[in-house]
């Protein structure tokens, strides 16, 4: 893990928030913001290579760009890159970065935790096992999450609502002429309509060919 922008904490209680940030939006922001009280600093995380996931259009540099100028001159937030997408690997690649943060915090919504709890890990690694590497801090979406509970020691929740954050609404809208201004920081909106342009990927589409 490198960070990138923003400041980590020796030690303290630190939540990595993981994600494509495709582009990042006012609803991203008001979730990490509101995991703040529980941690000394949430840190956007951008891993190179999501599991089945390509963002050939608009690269790693741009979305980093587009998050380091979001959190300028917020306190508490910091953006970070990962080598690994998996959230052992960001757990682990995190304490390697501050040796003295035993248990990290993985931010992210009730699906993305229903999964996580849930996916048929092998042998060697099943969930109990990584919990003990990190935690989980789980916002609404679509619903409250409801920890197993053998878990529930290891999973907090926030009440926050983290429905109203879709990525993709935003690059449809961009594409579609729509309105879409609302729906990110206005830090960023310059910038996110500079990169996110239709004329702008069809032209970096078509030399890519």
Known sequence: MKLVFGSLPAAGRIAVFPGAFHPPTAAHLGLAQAALPRVDTVVFTLPRAFPHKSYDDVGLDERLELLGTMIAGRSGLAVAVSEGGLFHEIARELRVLRPAIEAPLLLCGR??????????????????????????????????????????????????????????????????????????????????????SRSRLDSKNARNR
């Open 111 to 196: 699906d993305a935790a229903e999964r996580i709890v849930g996916w048929a890990y092998p042998e060697h690694l099943p969930i109990e096992r990584q919990l003990e590497e990190y935690h989980l801090l789980v916002a609404a979406r679509a619903g409250a999450y409801v920890p197993p509970e053998r878990l529930r020691s290891r999973i907090e929740t926030l009440t926050a609502d983290w429905d109203a954050i879709s990525s993709s609404v935003v690059r449809e809208a961009i594409r579609g002429g729509l309105d879409w201004r609302g729906e990110v920081p206005e830090s960023i909106r310059a910038d996110v309509e500079r990169i996110y």
